[in-house]
């Protein structure tokens, strides 16, 4: 008796771990696919590790995965014949499509209980896409979706190993190729074409707003060249700034925030904005008190910014970078009330910095 109880005990912890591993955490397992968020890639193949110029990323896709990346923007294209991907021109670096796609197939087959997303701006057919999956071999993991009809949960997709998630821009999927799905008839997204920080808003772009999934885009690309920036993206990527704005979109918009999509994926806090939108990680109950008593606005800013308190005295105030450097005296402060500070920013660069008074201290965004 004691033996079987034993072995019980066994087969219920051997499940437990085992859905505990939806994606990193066991409640996501329950939760269907367009209840979760995942942590995405703008241009994700466009890395300074595989040897572009002008890159999006720093780490190349295995090194995104390795990081908890789970769904992947890709621009695929025919040069002379092949099937490569790149940004804007070749000349800038490419890379065989199939290469990167076996990168996915190759952490698929090491991580049994992970669901991973591709997104592919198309400037090939359905069929050229589906010979790179094929040969690939990450057409055996695919997915296939029925419009109209419920997702199923992480859990589901995971026991019945279908763990990718295919969509296109492009409509022109056969009848036998139900899992490339046309991502506007499923996805509804925020502007992409944001060239500052102070560009971000949550009006809706391309896509439906009915639609089941929502993109969050959230990079800052070069005006000229529609490439990364990546002291913006390390501003971007940082909360309270990040997990501010997704929340604000999911409230304004009543959508919740599925492919959170970010340049230069390691910088800032992008994979805890996603960890928190998906409930694994609390929101700072300290930042919730500071924010109501310490405010900073405009924030970021380009130069002039007010620090305010209702609640506080603010005596002094210290600026510190985020290397841990005191740069106060780059800064003209003038106090105009016990509890108020205008200050005068222009000298600083643009980065991530605290503003400090006392024991609290809050992040400054200089553009």
């Known amino acids: 008796m004691k033996v079987k109880s034993l072995l019980l ?18 409640s996501l397992c329950t939760k269907k696919y367009n209840e979760v ?17 002008l890159p999006n990323q720093n780490l190349d896709i295995t090194g995104q995965l390795n990081i908890g990346v789970r769904a992947f923007m890709l621009d695929v294209y025919n040069s002379f ?10 000349i800038l670096g490419s890379n065989p499509f199939e290469e990167e796609l076996t990168k996915i197939k190759v952490f698929l087959d090491n991580n049994p209980t992970e669901v991973v997303t591709v997104i592919l701006e198309c400037y090939v057919s359905a069929n050229d896409i589906e010979t790179e999956m094929d040969q690939s071999g990450l057409l055996g993991y695919v997915y296939v979706h029925q419009l109209g009809t419920p997702w199923p949960t992480l859990e589901t997709m995971i026991n019945n190993n279908t763990r990718c998630v295919v969509f296109s821009d492009v409509d022109d999927a056969s009848a ?12 509804v997204e925020t502007h ?43 501003i971007a990527n940082s909360n309270p700034f990040f997990i501010n704005r997704a929340l604000q979109c999911q409230q304004a918009k009543a959508k919740f925030p599925n492919f959170v999509t970010v340049d230069f994926v390691e910088l800032g806090d992008a ?18 008190k500071f924010q109501m008593s310490f405010v900073v606005s405009p924030n970021p800013t380009d130069g002039w910014v007010n620090v305010n308190s209702e609640k506080y005295a603010l005596n002094e105030l210290r600026i510190i970078s985020v290397a841990g450097k005191d740069v106060t005296d780059q800064v003209v402060a ?4 016990v509890n108020s500070w205008n200050l005068n920013c222009d000298s600083l660069q643009s980065g991530v910095y605290l503003i400090q008074s006392g024991l609290i201290s809050v992040k400054l965004y200089k553009d």
């Not at 994979?271 to 930042?287: C, F, T």
């Open 176 to 187: 036998s190729q139900g899992w490339y799905h046309y991502m506007w008839a499923n996805m």
């Open 271 to 288: 994979k805890l904005v996603v960890d928190q939108l998906n409930g694994i990680e609390p929101l700072s109950i300290a930042e919730s």
């Open 9 to 26: 005990g066994f087969i219920f912890f051997a499940g437990f771990l085992g859905r505990a591993q939806c994606n990193g955490a066991f």
């Open 192 to 234: 992409y074409s944001n060239n500052a920080i102070t560009d971000f808003n949550c009006d809706f772009n391309r896509g439906d707003s009915i639609n089941d999934l929502f993109i969050l885009n959230h990079f800052v690309t070069n005006s000229v060249l529609g490439t990364g920036i990546e002291a913006e993206s390390e």
């Open 334 to 337: 003038t106090q105009v009330h």
């Open 81 to 90: 014949g092949n099937t490569v991907v790149y940004h804007g021109s070749a």
């Open 37 to 53: 968020a995942y942590l995405t890639t703008h241009n994700a193949f466009n890395s300074a590790q595989d040897n572009f110029n």
